[in-house]
């Protein structure tokens, strides 16, 4: 059985792990052999680099392949409205110019009295019109039966035992 047993069991191959006779072990001597070897290939990389950066640079250079042909009249139109715009600005500047010599600006009496300032809408009404009350009409809201003070915490279970007290 043993032996039958033996025959199956792979062995390894790998003997990085093994010294040479120098007590080295052989894995660090394979791989100073491997850095070596991609060391004297590092020039031919950076010159394949700089060939691949060179040709994309002129590939990007190059004149496009796709023709477009474009509406002769929106062409001519495209080149004008540089113009045009440059035209419009400079009749805007000139025609304010004008406007600023014979006194066009607003006069004082078109401007509009400041009133009274509208009060800014709150969550409640209420809120919002207490800053603007008078001294009489806050005694009669102090003085009002119909305002109560209320004890609720929002929590439900307050509200079942309010709600179980009322039955009995």
Do not use: F
Not at 14 to 36: M, T, V, W, Y
Not at 75 to 95: H, I, T
Request: aromatic share 2%; charged share 45%; proline share 4%.
């Amino acid at each position: 059985m043993l032996r039958a047993i033996g025959a199956q069991i792979e062995k390894t191959t790998n003997r990085e792990a093994c010294r040479d006779l120098s007590g080295r072990r052989l894995r660090d001597i394979n791989e100073e052999k491997r850095l070596r070897k991609w060391l004297e290939g590092q020039e031919d990389r950076e010159r394949d680099a700089a060939e691949r950066k060179q040709k994309k640079i002129e590939r990007l250079m190059a004149e496009p392949k796709i023709e477009i042909n474009l509406n002769p009249e929106y062409e001519k139109g495209r080149q004008e409205l540089p113009e045009r715009v440059s035209a419009a600005v400079e009749a805007g500047w000139e025609a304010a110019g004008t406007s600023k010599e014979m006194g066009t600006k607003r006069k004082a009496e078109d401007v509009k009295p400041k009133g009274k300032k509208k009060p800014k809408l709150w969550i409640d009404a209420e809120l919002s019109d207490c800053s603007s009350l008078s001294e009489d009409d806050e005694e009669e809201t102090k003085m009002s039966p119909e305002q109560t003070i209320s004890t609720d915490s929002g929590n439900e279970s307050d509200r079942a035992s309010e709600a179980s007290s009322n039955v009995q």
